[in-house]
Nanobody, 116 residues
Framework: EVQLQASGGGLVQPGGSLRLSCVASGFTFGSYDMSWVRQAPGKGPEYVSATNSGGSDYADSVKGRFVISRDMARSTVDLQMDSLKPEDTAVYYC???????????WGQGTQVTVSS
């Protein structure tokens, strides 16, 4: 059974930090591009960051504040989020996609709320 278990969300004040973690199982983790996508209330999904064998990429809105990392041994992908802003408030989803076929999987999401 494929699983992407995201955790680490919570309530944080503006300027604070959170670290999200996504644990993958049930598929060949190393063959998949991994990314984080978020969805704010009343808005559509927004790409945040991705990592694959070629490197990492970030949306302009988070560049310089977020860092994505991947641990092949543990089959995890983390998102370190610093200098958080209220506009970062959203449900964050872990996403896996096999670049060759487009087969993809989604995690259940973890809520991040940035508020004073």
């Amino acid at each position: 059974e494929v699983q992407l278990q995201a955790s680490g969300g919570g309530l944080v004040q503006p300027g604070g930090s959170l670290r999200l973690s996504c644990v993958a199982s049930g598929f060949t983790f190393g063959s998949y591009d991994m990314s984080w996508v978020r969805q704010a209330p009343g808005k559509g999904p927004e790409y945040v960051s991705a990592t694959n064998s070629g490197g990492s990429d970030y949306a302009d809105s988070v560049k310089g504040r977020f860092v994505i990392s991947r641990d092949m041994a543990r089959s995890t992908v983390d998102l370190q989020m610093d200098s958080l802003k209220p506009e970062d408030t959203a449900v964050y989803y872990c996403h896996a996609e096999y670049w060759m076929t487009g087969v993809d999987f989604w995690g259940q999401g973890t809520q991040v709320t940035v508020s004073s």
